[in-house]
């Protein structure tokens, strides 16, 4: 079964940046569009930002536009996700994910375990 491997959660103050990357377990997601959620305690799960295979489209959710920034390296199977001026209300687990369009309503193929950010006040 693949599945999406993320990193780079943590525990950050507020006002702080951290860095999230995600590769495939094993394969190729080049021409699959990737995406990042994110689920904090009680709530469900949001949509955060997505790009196409290509990453010459980007989506943001309007809570994280202009903070975040979502990026592919296509040669390293990789997605990122940049997390500036974090706020406690970031706090969550965010879960990478992918499948054929990058859309904030599209279903997703292929989800990760999830990492935990946590930012402090």
């Known amino acids: 079964q693949v599945r999406m491997v993320e990193s780079g959660g943590g525990l950050v103050q507020a006002g702080g940046s951290l860095r999230l990357s995600c590769v495939p377990s094993r394969g190729t997601f080049s021409s699959y569009a990737r995406a990042w959620f994110r689920q904090a305690p009680g709530k469900e799960r949001e949509f955060v930002a997505a790009?196409?295979?290509?990453?010459?489209?980007?989506y943001y959710a309007d809570s994280v536009k202009g903070r975040f920034t979502i990026s592919r390296d296509n040669a390293k199977n990789t997605v990122s996700l940049q997390m500036n001026s974090l706020k406690p209300e970031d706090t969550a687990v965010y879960y990478c994910?992918?499948?054929?369009?990058?859309?904030?309503?599209?279903?997703?193929?292929?989800w990760g375990q999830g990492t935990q950010v946590t930012v402090s006040s």
């Open positions: 790009i196409n295979w290509t990453g010459g489209s980007t």
């Open positions: 994910a992918a499948g054929a369009v990058a859309d904030p309503k599209a279903s997703y193929d292929y």
